[in-house]
């Protein structure tokens, strides 16, 4: 749904940051509109906490992170997809420098080409001299029952973020925590989400707490994603995309697919090549 993105500054810190987000956006022709106090509140009447302004962005959507998977491994599975779940790869097979295929709990599968898109876990599958120097960033999230349209867009500032689904879930969120492979959920996590959304809007305190829940999130040491082929023949890389990584899956697949089947660079992959951590 294309039912744009409010991100709120409510300091002049954040005004400025936003300031300049906001100019090479639209450099690079994307819309941004910049909203007064008083038109937050006019657009968006439950954004009730004082602020300095806000940047709407028009044109962003968002997605059911849940439904949308669902839906595609059921249209995996009507293209003719081999769909492994539950089934751990163990390690790469590699000879004489070109990829032969990949060793599972489950037996070898042999193929010519082989894509690691395996997120927070691309570095723990490696085979020298690839190197894939991703760690996991934990994000803790929330969920609540609120009433439909309490929000008509994304509301985001600095410290919390809200989407509402057409049912009137509210989905709430989000950490950025540095701590290995552990997905538990803490007390100072969701207090600093809930903090955050309470400097945004008081009309939570109507909604039902539904669920709580962690993620990882693959993490590059330069922020970006690493996404081609990698020094041995035949291996790609599709990982690093962070908290970006449903938004980006589909040009990713695209380029790679291009890079793969069409033997050419769609778009510009340099930036994040395998081959820049070795």
């Not at 690079?28 to 940047?55: I, T």
């Not at 609540?144 to 410290?159: N, T």
């Not at 291996?235 to 899956?249: E, K, N, S, V």
Request: charged share 20%; glycine share 10%.
């Amino acid at each position: 749904h294309q039912d744009g993105l409010l991100y709120i500054a409510a300091t002049a810190r954040q005004e400025q940051v936003m300031s300049a987000r906001a100019a090479w956006q639209r450099r690079r022709g994307l819309r941004v509109e910049r909203w007064s106090p008083a038109q937050v509140r006019r657009r968006e009447p439950n954004v009730d906490r004082p602020v300095r302004g806000g940047w709407y962005f028009p044109t962003e959507a968002q997605v059911d992170n849940v439904r949308l998977m669902d839906a595609l491994g059921r249209a995996c599975r009507a293209s003719g997809v081999t769909v492994c779940e539950e089934t751990a790869v163990r390690r790469l097979l590699i000879r004489k420098g070109t990829v032969q295929g990949i060793e599972t709990a489950r037996g070898t599968v042999r193929a010519p080409c082989v894509v690691s898109c395996l997120g927070s876990w691309a570095s723990l599958l490696e085979a020298p001299p690839v190197t894939l120097p991703v760690v996991p960033a934990r994000g803790q999230m929330m969920a609540f029952q609120g009433p439909k349209g309490l929000f008509r867009s994304a509301v985001m500032s600095e410290r919390a973020y809200v989407v509402q689904r057409r049912d009137g879930r509210l989905i709430v969120g989000s950490t950025i925590e540095f701590a290995g492979f552990d997905k538990s959920l803490t007390l100072d996590g969701m207090h600093g989400i809930l903090c955050g959304l309470r400097c945004l809007s008081s009309a939570l305190k109507r909604c039902t707490f539904l669920d709580a829940w962690t993620g990882l999130r693959p993490c590059a040491p330069d922020g970006l994603p690493i996404i081609g082929p990698t020094s041995i023949d035949g291996l790609y890389a599709a990982t690093g995309h962070f908290r970006h990584g449903i938004l980006l899956a589909p040009v990713t697949a695209a380029a790679l697919t291009d890079l793969i089947v069409r033997d050419k660079v769609s778009c510009g992959l340099s930036a994040f090549s395998p081959t820049r951590f070795s």
